[in-house]
């Protein structure tokens, strides 16, 4: 595999399951980022992080819940969501070394969720 | 903070016509830019990006973008479009984040539909 794979890639969940999005890079990269995209709305970023730290959370609910085991895995954990959750969720990869950043980010092809 | 304007949401041209997608940003230094295209249900697939150097870069599938620090815009062009073109198009600037971690700010986007 190369690049930024994503699991599933569809995903229909009650508002009562629990279920997790997993992102895999294999670009050796050290950032990640997750990224919520409605039908309404610009790319919001969700997460991010950096050496598996998380270095930013942009006022997201805690019904949404990340993990960073390490620099080339990222799961979303999600349960009792929200219709208004459904969306497409993105997920990223750059390279940030020793305080040099590219800013680039190489994207998954995300996963279309939908709440019922 | 950084913001990038796509003043343009939907634009159509027709195949074989040229095209030209607008991108504003604010940002007081050297900025590093980026555009992204999107085809539906797909993740970002970078085009092309602009660190420093020759102001006029060129991009994968034919795009090109011109840096003009005096009217804060960074445009993406194409001679001749063809249908596999139509998509979303993002324009993005580059931010340091928390914990020196780079991350993207994204304008709205712009669809664009190509007539046969």
């Known amino acids: 595999e190369t690049g930024v794979t994503q699991t599933p890639r569809h995903l229909v969940m009650g508002m009562t399951n629990k279920k997790s999005l997993k992102c895999e890079q294999h670009?050796?990269?050290?950032?990640m980022y997750w990224y919520k995209q409605s039908a309404k709305k610009p790319l919001e970023l969700m997460f991010v992080y950096n050496f598996k730290e998380q270095t930013e959370n942009n006022s997201v609910p805690s019904r949404f819940s990340p993990e960073c085991p390490n620099s080339s895995h990222l799961f979303l954990h999600l349960h009792t969501l929200q219709p208004e959750d459904s969306a497409l969720y993105l997920c990223?990869?750059?390279?940030?070394?020793?305080?040099?950043?590219?800013?680039?980010?190489?994207f998954g092809p995300g996963t279309r969720l939908t709440v019922t | 903070a950084q913001s990038v304007t796509q003043p343009d949401i939907h634009i159509t041209v027709s195949e074989g016509a040229s095209l030209e997608l607008r991108c504003n940003y604010s940002y007081g230094a050297t900025p590093y830019l980026f555009w992204y295209v999107q085809s539906p249900g797909q993740g970002l697939q970078l085009l092309l990006k602009y660190f420093s150097g020759d102001t006029l870069v060129q991009g994968i599938k034919g795009f090109e973008a011109e840096f003009k620090r005096s009217q804060s815009s960074f445009n993406l062009r194409k001679p001749s479009v063809h249908w596999s073109d139509a998509a979303e198009y993002f324009c993005?600037?580059?931010?340091?984040?928390?914990?020196?971690?780079?991350?993207?700010?994204f304008g709205q986007g712009t669809t664009l539909q190509v007539k046969p």
């Open positions: 670009l050796g990269h050290n950032a």
């Open positions: 993005a600037v580059g931010e340091r984040g928390s914990s020196n971690t780079g991350k993207l700010i």
């Open positions: 990223a990869s750059s390279l940030n070394a020793g305080g040099r950043y590219t800013y680039e980010q190489y």
